[in-house]
């Protein structure tokens, strides 16, 4: 996981808790807290390995080899019987999954050995670090593979060196959901069946041409030399993590990206309606009268009567109006917050290229200025300077999450390029 996706879950929770200090009682941020406390989740979330592969391709033994730990039962002879979920935890421990979903903790003296207890899945956690960012399910070769894919971020398909790529596992990999190699690697155990390096490199070569487009990676490892005294490296451990690490870095980095989308689009809506309640009553009007306005503008763009260009002209020139009015001078003098329209000619880059697209950004902006001019409508409604304080605190975290700069350098971006072409077109 990179630095900037490993301190994002956290760079949210400290807005989130700064947020809930506030102490403010306000829908819009309720709902925000609510929404970042989610997305906090999702990222912490770890990744699930699920490790597939027909009866004894070395499933377990890949299992303990990205472990570890020697420690799962391998055997030609005893099979794993139920799927065995490797967690982390800061201690060790072994749970029972029964059929109705219940977990019992099974690693006292007295229990039976664990191949014999009735259970429909088992969970071992682990005091490892790498757990945290990925947990591993070990997979029945009883079972249907299908019924493990749903809830995986990472598959593994286990072949055996020495005889890889059957027509029955073509057959069994093909008949998995598509979206299952994108994020899949092949793991042909039973390197050490091989005698040469030629032979390695032939068999990865191979492997790599017959499942091309199915696996990110091939990977061939010793899954059973690691063990008692082996070398973990020799066998293919290293190769082995860090490909699955490699995997993980990516969906980490693309989740993180999601979250981010989210983020901003949820701080944004917040800011929309934050302080609704808030506002100076004299200001009510002068509010109503904005709206009215914006809607008026939004109105002739829906009927074509308008431009997008000349209705964000149009948007900022009467916010312009309304803005002075509320607080004068915050235009005309050098408030933060009329740095609107100064900002209108920087780079050019293209409109967006779909009407609808347009349409939608225009009516953001006339709700990010609604947000604006209430702001400014409702600064000095509060006669205690601790709480006037503390929604300044609000306000100020949700325009951070929100980007609300950002979004206006590319509207100037935007105009910039729209004025340019105008100018090109005359
Ligand atoms: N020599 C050698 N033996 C291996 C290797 N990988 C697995 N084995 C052995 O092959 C046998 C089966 O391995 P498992 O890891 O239990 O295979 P599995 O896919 O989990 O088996 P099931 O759960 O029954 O489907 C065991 O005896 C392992 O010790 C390897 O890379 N080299
Ligand atoms: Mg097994």
Excluded at 368 to 388: E, K, Q
Aim: aromatic fraction near 6%; hydrophobic fraction near 40%.
């Amino acid at each position: 996981m990179s630095r900037a996706s490993a301190q994002y879950p956290e760079r949210l929770r400290a807005a989130r808790e700064r947020l809930i200090a506030t102490n403010i009682n306000d829908a819009a941020l309720n709902y925000c807290i609510e929404g970042l406390a989610r997305v906090e989740e999702v990222l912490r979330r770890p990744l699930r390995v699920v490790i597939l592969g027909e009866n004894n391709s070395g499933k377990t033994s890949v299992t303990d080899l990205l472990i570890g730990q020697g420690l799962l039962p391998t055997s030609v002879v005893s099979n794993t019987h139920v799927p065995v979920l490797i967690t982390y935890a800061e201690s060790a421990a072994i749970y029972g999954v029964n059929y109705d979903g219940t977990e019992i903790r099974i690693d006292s003296d007295d229990d039976d050995a664990l191949t014999d207890l009735p259970y429909r899945a088992l969970q071992i956690a682990l005091p490892i670090e790498r757990l945290k960012t990925y947990q591993i399910l070990d997979t029945p070769p009883s079972a249907n593979p299908a019924t493990f894919v749903g809830d995986a971020d990472i598959v593994v398909w286990c072949t055996v060196a020495t005889r890889a790529w059957t027509e029955s596992e073509r057959a069994a990999w093909s008949a998995l959901p598509q979206r299952c190699n994108r994020n899949a690697l092949l793991v042909a155990t039973h390197k050490d069946g091989l005698d040469t390096q030629d032979d390695i490199t032939y068999v990865t070569e191979r492997l790599k041409g017959l499942t091309r487009g199915q696996f990110r990676d091939v990977v061939l490892v010793d899954a059973e030399g690691a063990g008692e005294g082996g070398d973990a490296s020799q066998a293919g451990a290293d190769v082995l993590r860090e490909a699955i690490q490699r995997l993980a870095s990516d969906i980490a980095e693309r989740r993180m990206q999601k979250a981010e989308k989210i983020v901003r689009r949820l701080a944004r809506l917040t800011f929309h309606h934050f302080g609704s309640d808030e506002v100076r009553p004299e200001t009510v009007e002068l509010l109503i009268r904005w709206e009215i306005h914006a809607r008026h503008l939004l109105e002739l763009l829906k009927q074509n009567r308008q431009s997008v260009p000349e209705t964000i002209e149009a948007l900022l020139v009467t916010y312009a109006v309304y803005a002075e009015k509320l607080r004068p001078g915050v235009v005309r003098g050098d408030d933060t917050i009329a740095g609107v329209t100064s900002r209108a000619l920087t780079t050019p880059i293209r409109w967006p290229q779909q009407n609808t697209a347009a349409a939608r950004l225009v009516r953001t902006l006339a709700s990010d200025l609604t947000g604006l001019l209430r702001m400014l409508s409702g600064h000095s409604t509060f006669a205690d300077p601790a709480v006037r304080a503390e929604y300044h605190v609000a306000r100020a975290i949700v325009l951070t999450l929100a980007d609300l700069d950002g979004a206006f350098d590319a509207l100037g971006r935007m105009l910039g390029s729209s004025l340019v072409s105008e100018q090109r077109s005359a």
